[in-house]
């Protein structure tokens, strides 16, 4: 079965440089969530869309941004990167809201 | 607010013996509950959830939860741990019809199976 697709897998940048992430979700997926898993962190929600909406929005900072497309993908913008936004990044699928989300393998963003 | 609560950071238990690792939650109404896990630079894999219904859940991999509403509890159990169970165990709450709210994840167990 088709799964939530992320890219790039790893990515390396310096600081105050720029970063996007892309989330593919799961065909027929509506919903994707995006969270930050810091370094023995547990996963902290960011922001997610619904249906090309944002929908909700957790502990995302300013300097970020991120949107959902019309074929469902989304991505996540990053910019002025800081050393303490290295962390695994996941994209999460859901087929309408509330209902159990898949996540995909993530993106490990390391910046140097 | 919405929280979970994973008492222990780790878990260690010899191979064939049953394994529980713990949960606790609070949310405003009636929870939809979830069990993740992750291996090593790998993702989140759904084991499991409780949205309603019977209090015993069984998911992937032999695993199985208890919701326990009085003791506001979700604890991952198995009857007879493999090695290959090790990993992070996350546990999550959402609030049941609360629209398109994301998860509110535990802090993670670390599973160890000794063979």
């Not at chain 1, 936004?85 to 809201?97: E, K, R, T, V």
């Not at chain 2, 929870?31 to 069984?58: A, M």
């Not at chain 2, 996350?90 to 398109?100: D, E, I, L, P």
Request: glycine share 8%.
């Amino acid at each position: 079965a088709a799964g939530v697709i992320q890219s790039p897998r790893h990515l390396i940048k310096e600081k105050r440089e720029t970063a996007t992430l892309k989330c593919y979700p799961i065909p027929r997926h509506d919903t994707v969530y995006w969270y930050q898993q810091g370094p023995g962190q547990d996963p902290q929600f960011l922001i997610s869309f619904y249906e090309k909406m944002q929908s909700d929005k957790g502990s995302i900072p300013d300097r970020f941004s991120a949107q959902q497309f019309s074929d469902y993908h989304s991505e996540l913008n990053m910019s002025s990167l800081e050393l303490g936004d290295s962390a695994l990044y996941f994209c999460a699928s859901s087929l309408g809201q509330g209902r159990e989300q898949f996540f995909g393998p993530g993106t490990r963003l390391t910046v140097l | 607010a919405q929280s979970v609560a994973q008492p222990e950071d780790q878990v260690n238990v010899a191979e064939g013996n049953p394994l529980t690792v713990k949960c606790t939650y609070s949310v405003s109404g009636n929870p939809y509950l979830f069990w993740y896990v992750q291996y090593p630079n790998r993702g989140l894999q759904f084991l499991l959830k409780y949205i309603t219904g019977d209090n015993l859940v069984k998911g992937s991999y032999g695993f199985e939860a208890e919701f326990n509403k009085s003791q506001t509890s979700f604890h991952l159990k198995k009857p007879s741990a493999l090695v290959s169970d090790s990993a992070l165990y996350f546990c999550a709450v959402r609030a049941a019809g609360s629209g398109n709210t994301p998860l509110v994840f535990g802090k993670g167990t670390r599973l160890s199976v000794i063979a």
